[in-house]
């Protein structure tokens, strides 16, 4: 007897359902996919628990006739490639007709169509792979299929299904892309009966893109617009003070489909520079439009990678394009990324006086000047990149004769007036106080400092039963994207104990009422984005303690001084005094070192002065 067989067709079919229905969020995307090649203006998108039980999509495209509805449910069958050379050159989104009989092998599954030449549309009921009904029923022009009860035959598949608000983040995190990719296409997504988000058709492309992320960055989106004879690009990025902590911001679509390619966001990041810093992302929609015979969409099963055939044109032409954008952007827009925003807001923390530069007595023995002093030692003194504020690039490169560990002798911490002894003598680039101590040069960092003090505060005010708060005369209101509104509503409770106040404000919309008093006067969009991202992207939901310390570590981080930020001898005094009563001095709140020191001996011993 043979040990080798040919496998059932339902059982071929649920394997193949394997590799291209992964979880609801699949099942939307090919059947959109399908809509969007049809040539469908209107998709409408409805879900009942995540996808679990119902998932309908109805458009108003081209349909089909009694024939081509009964061929679209067989494997292999597909209108859109026919030869050779048509499997080397794909136009279309989706072209290998696995979608619909895998979909319906898993499922109890139904399709209604009717293409303008018929009089009716054609109903085929399918359930776990076997046809019951097929018969003529009233239909619009267009295509509706509806899935139920998804998994339902597969038990090992369904229980690895997430819960209903994952599963129904994953399809709304789908469905944004794609109406990002076709802004000319009215999409609707519906889940239990409630409307989740309309779509309407753009009058322009931008508009698709500010409602993604948020009507308050009109003003940061710089056009990307370039074509060479290789290659296509359009599309748009954010300047870089409206950036993000993870990926999720970045949007690549290659011949109108949604990937994840990293030749391009390596382009991306290269074209950003030194304008991007190190562990934050930019916010970008990059479209790539190049010759369907130079990429390849069939290199993953479900078509999220390609590949060129012409990587590095593509690569550099991107790269260019977005260095060129940022090159054109306005120079008077570049200052305010160098400026903290809610300049000021620390005066009450930092007991400051009027920002003044420092001005330390000069040595009339020794033919420098305090300017001169200090171009000297930016000249030897290796620099440290700072982690806040828009760092520009270096004049000239430092010189790195210096250990990257200078000693570290922290145990004089025990005493209390540390850091309060200190005599300054000035700032280094605006970033790093410099003080003389008995032993030494002391060098802080003045945003991890200052970052350390607002965190330690934030989190003795959190454990009073009413931290101080500060009203908003006008409230703010923060969009998110549908996973991210979840979390954000589980955490409204936790986030009240620490003076952060918001409410929901319909769909995927907050509002900001208040922020805790040592917050006051900065913005607070961004620092929510910010904090709801990193708890999705963590997962910290489970362990309200960890979720709390996480949310007071972003908070103290947007309450901080900036890099490249005037302090004045007053407010330098004040950091002083403020880092000699924190509890760890010695770390920001990310585990960051917030002062170094060079002993005497270590510079001597430097300049060759002793052995």
């Known amino acids: 007897m043979s040990k080798v067989k040919i496998l059932p067709e339902i059982l071929s079919n649920k394997i193949a359902a394997g590799e291209v229905v992964e979880r ?23 879900v009942e628990k995540g996808g679990r039980f119902l998932i309908r999509v109805a458009d108003n495209g081209a349909g089909m006739n009694r024939d081509d509805t009964l061929l679209a449910i067989e494997r292999y069958a597909t209108s859109k490639i026919y030869n050779d050379k048509d499997l080397f050159a794909i136009k279309s989104l989706g072209f290998r007709g696995e979608a619909l009989p895998s979909i319906a092998s898993v499922s109890r599954f139904s399709l209604i169509s ?90 322009h492309p931008a508009d698709r893109v500010k409602d993604l992320f948020g009507h308050g960055s009109k003003n940061d989106l710089l056009p990307i617009d370039m074509e060479t004879p290789d290659v296509c690009l359009s599309g748009w990025i954010c300047s870089p003070r409206s950036v993000r902590s993870t990926s999720r911001g970045i949007y690549v679509f290659v011949n109108g489909r949604f990937v994840k390619d990293r030749i391009i966001l390596h382009a991306l990041f290269q074209g950003f520079g030194t304008h ?39 690569h550099d032409a991107l790269a260019h394009a977005v260095a060129g954008a940022l090159r ?7 200052a305010e990324v160098d400026k903290p925003r809610g300049e000021g807001a620390n005066d009450s923390v930092l007991e400051s006086g009027p920002a003044r530069r420092y001005s330390p007595p000069e040595n009339p023995h020794s033919g420098f000047s305090a300017d001169k002093i ?18 520009k690039p270096e004049t000239r490169p430092p010189v790195t004769a210096f250990p990257s560990t200078p000693p570290d002798p922290r145990p004089s911490l025990w005493r209390k007036s ?89 769909g995927n919309t907050f509002v900001v009422k208040a922020v805790p008093a040592l917050l006051a006067g900065r913005e607070v969009g961004p620092m929510i984005v910010e904090l709801i991202e990193k708890a999705a992207a ?47 001095p010695s770390n920001c709140p990310h585990g960051r070192p917030t002062w170094i020191k060079w002993t005497l001996r270590f510079i001597e011993k430097s300049f060759g002065r002793i052995v």
Request: aromatic share 6%.
């Open 328 to 334: 054109n952007f306005d120079r008077s827009k570049w």
């Open 538 to 584: 963590t997962g910290i939901m489970a362990d309200t303690g960890k979720m709390l310390d996480h949310c007071l570590e972003i908070m103290a981080c947007h309450g901080a001084i900036r890099a490249h930020q005037v302090l004045s001898n007053q407010q330098v005094q004040a950091l002083l005094k403020q880092l000699d009563a924190c509890e760890n």
């Open 114 to 203: 009717r293409d303008r030449a018929s009089d009716a549309g054609t109903e085929i009921i399918i359930e776990g792979g076997r046809i019951r009904n097929v018969g003529d029923v009233g239909a619009p022009v267009g295509t509706m299929i509806t899935v139920k009860n998804l998994f339902y035959n597969t038990p090992a598949r369904r229980k690895f299904l997430k819960t209903i608000n994952t599963e129904m983040g994953h399809i709304g995190d789908m469905m944004a892309s794609m109406a990002l990719g076709w802004p000319h296409v009215r999409f609707r997504l519906v889940h239990n009966g409630r409307m989740v988000k309309d779509w309407p058709e753009a009058a």
């Open 374 to 391: 200090a171009e000297e030692t930016h000249s030897h003194v290796r620099q440290p990149t700072a982690d806040f504020g828009y760092q």
């Open 24 to 46: 609801p969020a699949s099942v939307v995307k090919e059947l959109v996919e399908n809509a969007l090649d049809a040539g469908s203006t209107r998709i409408t998108v409805e």
């Open 418 to 506: 540390f850091f309060q002894d200190l005599r300054i003598i000035g700032q280094l680039r605006n970033t790093y106080i410099l003080c003389e101590s008995k032993e030494g040069l002391i060098l802080i960092d003045q945003h991890a400092a200052h970052e350390r003090v607002v965190f330690e505060q934030l989190k003795k005010r959190q454990k009073d039963s009413k931290p101080a708060v500060q009203r908003l005369l006008m409230p703010e209101t923060v969009e998110l994207g549908y996973r991210e509104a979840g979390f954000l509503e589980k955490m409204i409770p936790a986030l009240h104990s620490t003076g952060l106040e918001i409410d929901p404000f319909g």
């Open 276 to 314: 991007l810093m190190k562990g934050r992302f930019p916010l970008a929609v990059i479209s790539v439009r190049v010759p369907p015979d130079q990429v390849d969409v069939n290199v993953h099963p479900t078509k999220h990678e390609v590949r060129f055939s012409r990587q590095k044109q593509v």
